[in-house]
């Protein structure tokens, strides 16, 4: 009669092949370390098949590799490459965006309108300084309105001098410019950034009076 045989990885015990018919050779079935010839259990979803230490047999244990499987502590995602049950804090449940696990599930996270709320607020808050740093135009040419030029002018209007008898515009070019035409100007910028102002102060309260978390997200900002 053959005797046969099933070898198993050695580092988890895994049966990895078999049967194979052993050699018999000087009146001895020669049997390869790393394997077993008790016949192991049939292959069940979800389960390996291992060895048992002692060699008589095998058993089975869970196995979930190859899974994502997801923190119920950050949400975050991972792939299972190890054998055995999935611990406590993981589930293959997967979240939406702004869920947190709660008893036995996913929930929406009662907080997440507020950390959307942040976030479309800094959005408003870097549209207000690329609207502050851009021209104005005046006088049939465009003018740097940043906070920079903004303090140049209100320099030379408080010296209340015109030493040049110019200005040089946003395209460096120099204009003809009277002190009367420059404070023309700096009420332009400062208009301007009033309007900036102001819509940015609306944006804002708009996105706070939303309660829902996609309405949020969807909020143009700008004019």
Do not use: C
């Amino acid at each position: 009669m053959t005797t046969q045989y099933w070898t198993y990885d050695p580092s988890t015990r895994e049966i990895i092949s078999g049967p194979h018919a052993a050699l018999f050779r000087g009146g001895v079935w020669h049997i390869p370390r790393n394997a077993i010839t008790a016949q192991p259990l049939p292959p069940q979803p979800d389960q390996a098949v291992l060895a048992l230490p002692d060699g008589s047999g095998t058993d089975y244990i869970e196995d979930h590799r190859g899974k994502t499987v997801y923190s119920k502590l950050t949400g975050e995602s991972r792939e299972v490459t190890e054998l055995g049950p999935l611990p406590d804090t993981d589930t293959e449940l997967k979240p939406g965006e702004d869920d947190i696990w709660i008893d036995s599930g996913w929930q929406l996270d009662p907080e997440a309108i507020h950390r959307h709320r942040a976030a479309k607020h800094t959005e408003i808050n870097q549209w207000r300084d690329q609207q502050e740093h851009a021209t104005v135009e005046h006088l049939g040419a465009q003018w740097d309105a940043d906070p920079i030029s903004r303090r140049r002018i209100e320099a030379v209007l408080l010296a209340d001098t015109m030493p040049l008898g110019y200005w040089t515009d946003a395209d460096n070019l120099d204009q003809p410019m009277t002190l009367a035409q420059l404070r023309e100007l700096y009420a332009v910028i400062v208009h301007q950034g009033g309007l900036i102002h102001a819509r940015q102060r609306q944006m804002k309260a708009e996105v706070d009076a939303l309660a829902d978390i996609e309405a949020v997200k969807a909020y143009p900002v700008g004019w």
